[in-house]
């Protein structure tokens, strides 16, 4: 691990690469540039172009990004992430979008531009909610399973006419180990057979008891179809933000969860981030898991380029190194230098655990990955 390869090393020095090669050759190691000198070496190189050699140690890499907690009197409120699950075909996709197109501020600018996998909607009343269109609750379960929590609230969907299925039962064992309220929607209320008495009493057997059971879980008899319920849906979601008391300290260098990421034909690699600390600007340099990048430009979920993103906002980066994953963190930090330091030492962390893990499992470990 203590080595360096000789073109980072005339980086780091500022030197020509060609240099380093010749200094070496009169030291008695031939190497080329993209070849690894040991640290032993690589201090005599240092010496010999006249500098004192310091070397970077591993905790010296990482250290800085563990943050302090905020102090109370700079916390301020922030918007409610919520999370939609459910059943297939109950309608999760119908009723976010009905949301969505209650936004009063895109109403005004004239509707949606371009879509991406979160975005804050301003509800009827003014208060902000950011929804995170995960496809599926294995993305919720991995992100989860990866230390990411960033719902605050699930919306749990049960069509009326078809009750309590499987994947309904997934979604709320999985809000239950999160830990994170439901608020739920009663959806398609507007069809015939539609019946939300039934879907309360089957909520019981999961543990789920709504208000009108004498419970404390907000249920809302809705329909993204007819637009019948979605206030009453806002307001709820309201209701369980408040309750929460949601806030976050925006006077901070940025801190956040890749929400999604991908390699983009002509734009490269490019990343939803959720903030969820501080206030990432337009050329912030971060480490985002294993990769790094500085903020070339930031489009948020209307398409338009913003020159900063707040607590609880969703925003597409720009300016990637390589493609992160969903569920990796990001974190500011104030040279471009130790972010690429910190995400090699990552890279090469990940490149050891891979090479010494064995490749076949037992039966067990194969299933415990599925
Ligand atoms: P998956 O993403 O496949 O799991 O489905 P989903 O839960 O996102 O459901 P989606 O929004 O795609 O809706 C499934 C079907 O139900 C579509 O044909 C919708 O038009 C219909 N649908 C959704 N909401 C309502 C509703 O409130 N009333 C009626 N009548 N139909 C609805
Ligand atoms: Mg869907």
Not at 42 to 51: I, K, T, W, Y
Not at 135 to 148: D, N, V, Y
Not at 149 to 161: P, Q, S
Request: charged content about 25%; glycine content about 10%; hydrophobic content about 40%.
């Amino acid at each position: 691990p203590d080595s360096i390869t000789v073109g980072e090393l005339a980086q780091r020095m500022a030197v020509q690469a060609g240099q380093v090669v010749k200094t070496l050759m009169k030291l008695g190691t031939m190497a080329t540039v993209n070849q690894t000198i040991d640290g032993e070496t690589a201090q005599l190189v240092v010496e010999e172009f006249g500098h004192t050699p310091k070397r970077v140690s591993e905790s010296d890499i990482e250290e800085g990004l563990e943050t302090a907690p905020d102090a109370e009197a700079d916390m301020q409120p922030r918007a409610p992430v919520v999370t939609v699950m459910g059943h297939v075909d109950h309608g999760k996709t119908s009723l976010l979008d009905a949301l969505r197109k209650t936004d009063v501020v895109a109403g005004e600018a004239g509707g949606i531009t371009q879509h991406i996998g979160a975005y804050q909607v301003v509800m009827p009343g003014g208060n902000k909610v950011s929804f995170i269109d995960t496809p599926g609750h294995a993305a919720f379960s991995e992100m989860r399973a990866r230390g990411a929590n960033i719902t605050d609230i699930v919306i749990l969907v049960v069509a009326a006419d078809d009750g309590i299925k499987q994947q309904t039962v997934e979604a709320i064992n999985h809000a239950k180990a999160a830990e994170v309220p439901m608020v739920v929607a009663i959806n398609k209320c507007d069809k015939p057979d539609a019946d939300p008495d039934r879907v309360r009493q089957e909520l019981l057997n999961y543990g789920v008891v709504t208000e009108e059971m004498g419970g404390e879980t907000l249920a809302v008899e809705c329909s993204a179809s007819s637009g019948e319920g979605l206030e009453q849906l806002a307001e709820a979601l309201t209701l369980q933000a408040e309750i929460q008391d949601l806030k976050a300290n925006p006077d901070r260098a940025a801190e956040g969860t890749v929400v999604e990421a991908k390699l983009e034909k002509g734009r490269g690699p490019v990343a939803t981030f959720l903030v969820q600390r501080g206030t990432l600007k337009k050329g912030d340099t971060f480490v985002v898991g294993n990769e790094y990048g500085r903020a070339r430009a930031l489009v948020n979920d209307r398409g338009d380029n913003v020159e900063a993103a707040y607590p609880s906002e969703p925003v597409e980066v720009l300016g990637l190194h390589g493609t992160p994953q969903a569920g990796d963190r990001f974190v500011v930090v104030d040279s471009e230098q130790r972010a690429r330091e910190i995400a090699e030492h990552r890279q090469e962390k990940a490149r050891e655990t891979q090479s010494t893990a064995p490749s076949t499992g037992s039966l067990e470990q194969m299933l415990a990955r599925i």
